[in-house]
């Protein structure tokens, strides 16, 4: 495996925990949340910018790809990485997500699923040998299996159905990988809110024994204490030496909730698409700066923070001018909300190396509720793992 996982420390209440991911374009530490750039960039933002901000992974969008620019001109240039000129880390969805998000073009079969381009409106029929083929072009660091994803308010047979069929899709993945020894592919639990279900295809994928091992078919819209059940009991029945990947999180209270909950890998397009629509991210909660009472205020998005626009002490005032009508704001917001993520992950990780994250859960929250009002979801699930919001 071309992936090494040491747990270095332990939360002594909860299952946070703090690890390094070895990976073949370096460490990456957990917990971690990366950013997405589908179209093999960060929207708004260089390579170099996003290394500034200690970015270590990100996530690029396998059906995007092999769209455009191809498989062709992947394999010509070398791989995303050289394509994109980033010489970190990647890791590539595998196109399934689409099944839910296009589900209106796509068609499901044991063989795969059919496509009608966005573009131009030819089928593409994605298999799961197709997949992991893009991804092997695609050459990302951390590739993930073809799975049958259904929506979360989905019930009945359809839900097992496609938890059996992404089984077998994996052993189809895993025979697939031409490179196994530097391309690491990760199975994806699903199971729908059904935790039976859950708890055997953790069994199913765990027995795989694939490098790392991701939760999906959440953040679809689902109750967030059915959310927070899932992924405890999948991390329960997962193995202790191996990453835990949540897929689609990217709500600041989710990801706090999350990690306690014992995930360490988290991906999102929420901080970067929501700076551009004006909204920043701060400890107190996101800020619409278009909002007319930021129209005359010159203090920065968030006092202390490390970003670019309040290092240089921006005023929020120019982004209530100015967001939406210039490419300026939306750049420098999309600066500060993934710094925001990336920090806020950063601050998670170092509070569990010192064994305070109890402490850091609470100031958390109490910055974003100073009511005290806490939303029942994340008490009870912080309750279930030994943390008391007070």
Not at 256 to 270: E, H, N, Q, R, T
Request: with cysteine.
């Amino acid at each position: 495996m071309a992936l090494q996982f040491e747990v270095v420390a332990k939360c002594s209440k909860s299952k946070a925990r703090a690890a390094i991911m070895k990976l073949p374009r370096g460490p990456v530490s957990t917990p971690v949340f990366m950013p997405v750039g589908t179209q093999a960039s960060l929207k708004g933002l260089t390579p170099q910018q996003l290394k500034d901000l200690g970015c270590e992974i990100f996530l690029n969008n396998t059906y995007h790809l092999g769209l455009r620019p191809g498989q062709e001109v992947l394999d010509k240039v070398g791989g995303a990485h050289e394509f994109q000129n980033w010489d970190r880390n990647i890791l590539t969805d595998s196109g399934g997500f689409q099944m839910v998000s296009l589900l209106k073009l796509a068609t499901i079969t044991e063989d795969g699923v059919t496509f009608l381009s966005p573009h131009d409106n030819s089928p593409m029929l994605l298999t799961p040998e197709h997949s992991i083929s893009l991804q092997n072009s695609i050459g990302s660091d951390i590739m993930m299996q073809l799975d049958d994803v259904v929506h979360t308010m989905t019930t009945g047979p359809r839900v097992e159905e496609a938890m059996w069929r992404s089984i077998r899709w994996l052993d189809r993945c895993i025979k697939a990988n031409k490179h196994p020894d530097k391309q690491n592919l990760f199975a994806i639990i699903q199971g729908g809110l059904d935790l039976d279900l859950r708890v055997k295809c953790c069994a199913e994928m765990a027995a795989r024994d694939t490098p790392g091992i991701a939760i999906g078919g959440l953040s679809g819209g689902e109750d967030k204490h059915q959310y927070c059940q899932v992924v405890s009991k999948c991390t329960d029945n997962l193995p202790e030496n191996k990453p835990r990947y949540c897929m689609g999180v990217g709500y600041a209270e989710d990801l706090v909730v999350s990690v306690a909950l014992g995930a360490d890998m988290f991906d999102c397009v929420f901080p970067t698409r929501t700076a551009r629509f004006g909204s920043a991210l701060t400890k107190f909660g996101s800020i619409n700066l278009r909002n007319a009472k930021y129209r005359d205020d010159s203090s920065p998005i968030e006092e202390g923070c490390g970003c670019l626009a309040c290092k240089e002490n921006i005023p929020k005032s120019y982004f209530h001018l100015s967001v939406g009508k210039d490419t300026v704001p939306a750049h420098l917001l999309t600066l500060h909300n993934t710094y925001y993520q990336l920090n806020l992950m950063r601050s998670v990780r170092q509070s569990i190396i010192d064994d305070k994250f109890e402490d850091f859960v609470n100031e958390f929250f109490s910055n974003l509720y100073p009511s005290k009002t806490y939303p029942d979801w994340a008490v009870q699930a912080l309750k279930g793992v030994n943390i008391d919001l007070h």
